[in-house]
């Protein structure tokens, strides 16, 4: 155990929970950083006084955590937490922690995974603990995790859902060129849904009764939306897996709305015409900042 009491440390640490390592429980072992840290008594405290024990979303971590007795291992300090970040990265994947049933590291910081074709996720055939992993992964290839379909049966219903398969299938062996998924990837973006579209989704989806099992997942606590302004794709994640996303990528779903867009606009008028423009926009020439009010307004104050 570390006893550190230097204050604002930037670190990268290891999280040892002793009563699963004693039973041989797994996992019982987690990597993580933390900056603005400090270390008392073996137990890591953010800048507010807090005690943290990581951010890993394995199922019930928290719960884990506090039946459990753990002790800290202080791996490497910096001065910048980006270094710390990178340092985390590269132990992550020296210790190759994602694929060890010992630890509870679910992904590799700063590693974006998701979108990468080369990696899939898989399940430990023994505890079950579901990952993204290369698709080549010796772990893979040894059998130790699996596809997390496999096994499963599906029913009648669900086999036509997913349509015909193999050599059955007329896009068998074929692939979508980069022009063509660019051109579908426009097509989906630009695409506008119909009047009729809309009253259907409305009625039949929208106000259909959520179920206690849908209300419990919209409503669980600090997830996020992300949506990738280039494929218009949008996922809901934990806000502490940000940090495999590039965020220059995948942003906000808000800040590409129409609704946002006016929030950079300002109102310009002619003397008669009113309409807006983006606020970097030059004004045309006969026109002026400002609106001119006319109509609709005419009878402003006649009713008070």
């Known amino acids: 155990m570390v006893i550190i009491k230097d204050n604002n440390m930037n670190i990268v640490y290891r999280i040892i929970f002793n009563k699963r390592k004693k039973s041989n429980i797994m996992p019982f072992m987690y990597i993580g950083s933390k900056s603005n840290a400090s270390i008392v008594n073996g137990i890591i405290y953010d800048k507010n006084g807090n005690p943290y024990y990581g951010s890993s979303c394995y199922e019930n971590y928290l719960k884990i955590v506090e039946e459990d007795d753990i002790s800290v291992e202080v791996l490497e300090k910096f ?22 049933p010992a630890y509870f ?10 979108s ?8 430990h055939v023994i505890t079950e603990k579901t990952v993204r992993l290369p698709r080549d992964h010796p772990a893979v290839e040894r059998g130790e995790y699996v596809g997390v379909s496999k096994g499963a049966s599906l029913t009648e219903e669900q086999r036509k859902k997913i349509g015909r398969s193999g050599e059955k299938n007329p896009f068998y062996g074929k692939k979508h060129s980069e022009e063509s998924r660019k051109k579908m990837s426009e097509a989906a973006l ?7 579209r809309k009253e259907w989704f409305i009625e039949n989806v929208a106000k259909e009764k959520k179920t206690k099992e849908h209300r419990k997942k919209i409503g669980r606590k600090n ?8 494929t218009g794709e949008c996922i809901r994640i934990h806000r502490e897996d940000t940090i495999n996303y590039d965020l220059d990528l995948w942003i906000n779903p808000y800040k590409l709305s129409d609704k946002k867009a006016a929030i950079g606009s300002r109102w310009i008028t002619d ?14 020439d006969g026109w ?8 609709w307004n005419k009878n402003k104050g006649n009713d008070l």
Request: proline share 3%.
């Open 288 to 295: 002026t900042y400002g609106r001119t009010y006319t109509g």
């Open 190 to 196: 630009g695409r506008e849904v119909s009047d009729d």
């Open 105 to 114: 590291n679910l992904g590799i910081s700063t590693v974006n995974n998701f």
């Open 223 to 230: 997830l996020i939306m992300l949506k990738n302004k280039e």
């Open 79 to 100: 001065d910048e937490y980006v270094d710390a970040l990178n340092y985390e990265s590269s132990i992550q994947k020296k210790l190759d922690v994602v694929a060890d």
């Open 116 to 123: 990468d074709p080369r990696y899939a996720t898989y399940k």
């Open 271 to 284: 003397g008669s015409i009113n309409k807006k423009i983006k606020k970097d926009d030059e004004i045309p």
